[in-house]
């Protein structure tokens, strides 16, 4: 098993939609690299914790590779966009990945090094070691399947 961290807007689309692919094991909303101690959603909207609403994505590199999981993520989101996603603005919209070891790390810079070779508009989705990741309320956790209608800035389907 394998662990990435995405964010891409509100984590609520970012959970479902890759929840739904093959070897994707398991996938948890929250909240990464948050300068306090496991920040609630209301201080995450407020924009002072440097916290990103992202998805902690689990899975088996033997069915998904994270080149594929790359793939995907930009398929869902606006790496040009600075601070939001969709209607979603605030610094907690930003699109990030976030790793935990240096091999992602090199996927990672040669993925996006190759989206940037192909655009005039400089990617802005921030790639970071993570230094925290603090699960979001319950009510969060895989919230669009809880309540099929509602609000999802990423076409699902």
């Not at 995907?72 to 699109?95: C, E, H, V």
């Not at 993925?111 to 400089?122: A, L, P, R, V």
């Not at 802005?124 to 319950?138: D, G, H, P, R, S």
Request: hydrophobic residues 30%; contains cysteine; negative net charge.
């Amino acid at each position: 098993m394998s662990t990435i961290y995405f964010a891409g807007g509100c984590f609520w689309g970012v959970e479902e939609y890759f929840a739904r692919l093959s070897g994707v094991l398991e996938t948890k909303v929250g909240y990464a690299n948050s300068k306090i101690i496991s920040p609630s959603y209301e201080e995450v909207c407020t924009g002072n914790t440097s916290a990103a609403e992202t998805v902690k994505i689990t899975y088996d590199k033997n069915i998904i590779s994270l080149e594929e999981l790359l793939t995907n993520l930009f398929k869902i989101i606006d790496p040009y966009a600075l601070n939001k996603q969709g209607n979603d603005m605030g610094t907690q919209y930003r699109s990030g990945i976030y790793y935990e070891n240096q091999e992602d790390l090199d996927i990672i810079k040669n993925f996006i090094n190759n989206i940037q070779e192909k655009s005039t508009k400089k990617v802005l989705t921030e790639v970071k070691i993570l230094e925290n990741f603090y699960e979001a309320e319950e009510y969060h956790q895989r919230y669009l399947k809880n309540n099929p209608g509602g609000y999802c800035h990423i076409k699902l389907d």
